[in-house]
């Protein structure tokens, strides 16, 4: 089963920058789609950003494109999402997830993100 980790959240003003990391354990994450969801306070858990398992494919949200970037290194079993010119409706619990079939099913516990005016 593989384990998600997030870290990297934060305080950061309206402008900044954040990277987020996604640490996998017991078992490698290189035949796994990967990507990043978040949920603020009220609404409903969104994706932002998905990387198919080489990489080579990605989607983002509308509201992240051109900010954003969602890159892995398989050789770390790590998922990175660079976020810049956060905005203050970036605030939310970031999650990392993983699938190999349909669904994702590997989820981390969150790390949380607040981009204050």
């Known amino acids: 089963q593989v384990q998600l980790v997030e870290s990297g959240g934060g305080l950061v003003q309206a402008g900044g920058s954040l990277r987020l990391s996604c640490v996998a354990s017991?078992?490698?994450?290189?035949?796994?789609?990967m990507a990043w969801f978040r949920q603020a306070p009220g609404k409903e858990r969104e994706s932002v950003a998905t990387i198919s398992w080489s990489g080579g494919r990605t989607n983002y949200a509308d509201s992240v494109k051109g900010r954003f970037t969602i890159s892995r290194d398989n050789a770390k079993n790590t998922v990175y999402l660079q976020m810049n010119s956060l905005k203050p409706e970036d605030t939310a619990v970031y999650y990392c997830?993983?699938?190999?079939?349909?669904?994702?099913?590997?989820w981390g516990q969150g790390t949380q993100v607040t981009v204050s005016l």
């Open positions: 017991g078992r490698t994450i290189r035949m796994y789609t």
């Open positions: 997830a993983a699938r190999q079939g349909g669904e994702f099913d590997r």
